[in-house]
Nanobody, 114 residues
Framework: QVQLVESGGALVQPGGSLRLSCVASASIFSGATMAWYRQAPGKQREVVADVSPFYQTNLADSVKGRFTISRDNGKNSVYLQMNSLKPEDTAVYYC????????WGQGTQVTVSS
């Protein structure tokens, strides 16, 4: 079964931290560069960070120094550690392949607000 399940989103105050998790089916995860995307209301979905099968990472300029992406190849999982959160980080966060994304999961809502 092809699926992606994201979790870990919440309401958090500015300056707070969250850790998002994503479990993918092996057919999606194995050998793929995985990415975290986000979509804010009224905006297009954008790539926040990606990690290759060999653990090389890239981060969008807007989150550099605050977010960290990692993966566990043994668990078909990818994680996003988010620190120093800002209101502009508010969005639904999704994980998927960076290249040739597959069917999207339900995402996880992150709301940064005081």
């Amino acid at each position: 079964q092809v699926q992606l399940v994201e979790s870990g989103g919440a309401l958090v105050q500015p300056g707070g931290s969250l850790r998002l998790s994503c479990v993918a089916s092996a057919s999606i995860f194995s050998g793929a560069t995985m990415a975290w995307y986000r979509q804010a209301p009224g905006k297009q979905r954008e790539v926040v960070a990606d990690v290759s099968p060999f653990y090389q990472t890239n981060l969008a300029d807007s989150v550099k120094g605050r977010f960290t992406i990692s993966r566990d190849n043994g668990k078909n999982s990818v994680y996003l550690q988010m620190n120093s959160l800002k209101p502009e980080d508010t969005a639904v966060y999704y994980c998927n392949r960076k290249y040739s994304p597959r069917v999207w999961g339900q995402g996880t809502q992150v709301t940064v607000s005081s």
